[in-house]
C-alpha cells in the first residue's frame, strides 16, 4: 500500500531540486568530477555513465549518495550489482546509514517501511536491491516495473563476467525512466569494463574519470620543490595543490 501523505511530503522536499543540500548539511564535500557526475545523472543530462577511479577512490561511497537520492527525493528503485557480495553489502550498507539519518528528521522518518540484509522497501512502494553479480543471483530483479523510474548501480564491473554484466542491464529495461552507473578500476585488459571504457562513446555512456590526485589532501610542496618531478609533470600537474580530498599526497608518491 503505497503512503501517499510520505510520497507529496518527498516532493515538497526543498532537496528535491538540490540533494547535494542535503549532504552538505550532514558534512559532505563533492569533489570536482564526482560532483558533474552526481548532478548530471541526478538531472537526467546523463542516462547512461562509467566512472572509472583508483582504489580507495570514493566510488561506492559516491554511488551510495546518488542512491540514497534517487530512492528519497525521486521515489526510484536502485538495483545495487557488485563484483563481490561484500561490495554489494558494503555500498548497501552505505545507503542505509544514509537513510537512519533521513529517518531521524519529521520529513523523512517514514521513508522506509522494512530492511533486510541486502534489501528494502519504501513507504511508497520503492525499494533498493544488492546482489552479487551472477546469473542466479540478478534473475527476476526487475526494477521499475513500468510504474517509476530505476537506477542501476553496477561496482566493481572488471570483476564479473561479460554474460552477467549483459544480462544485468536488462533489470531496468521497464523502468521510466533508467539510469545506468557503471563503475570499477581498470586492473584488467580484458572484459566488459575495458571495452566499455575504450568504447563509451559508441555505447551510449558518458566517462568520469579522476585519479588519487582529484582527491588528494592538500600537497605541502610548492610545484617546484616536488619530491617526485615525473608525478607532478605527468600525473599531478598542480592538481592536488587544489583539492581537499582526504588521501595523503606522501601515499601516492
Known sequence: MIDAAALLRRKESIYLGNPEQFFAERGVS??????????????????????LGPRGG??????????????????????????????????????????????????FGDAVERVRCSDLVGKTGNRIVAKTASAKSIRGMHLGRGKRGALLIIDEEAETDEDVMRAARFVV????????????????????FP?????????????????????????????AACPVP????????????????WIDVAEIV
Open 30 to 51: 563533492f569533489f570536482p568530477m564526482f560532483k558533474q557526475l552526481f548532478q548530471e545523472l541526478y538531472s537526467f543530462q546523463v542516462h547512461k555513465a562509467v566512472a
Open 58 to 107: 570514493g566510488k561506492t561511497f559516491g554511488a551510495a549518495l546518488l542512491a540514497t537520492a534517487f530512492f528519497l527525493f525521486k521515489d526510484f528503485d536502485v538495483g545495487i550489482v557488485a563484483g563481490s557480495e561484500t561490495q554489494a553489502l558494503t555500498l548497501f550498507g552505505y545507503i542505509t546509514e544514509w537513510l537512519d539519518l533521513a529517518g531521524d528528521e519529521e520529513q
Open 173 to 192: 529495461r521497464t523502468a521510466k525512466p533508467a539510469t545506468i552507473l557503471r563503475m570499477s578500476t581498470y586492473h584488467k585488459l580484458t572484459g566488459s
Open 195 to 223: 571495452n566499455l571504457v575504450e568504447n563509451h562513446k559508441e555505447l551510449g555512456y558518458k566517462l568520469y574519470r579522476w585519479d588519487s590526485f582529484d582527491i588528494a589532501k592538500p600537497c605541502p610542496y610548492e610545484c
Open 230 to 245: 615525473e608525478f607532478r609533470e605527468k600525473y599531478c600537474k598542480g592538481k592536488a595543490k587544489q583539492t581537499h580530498g
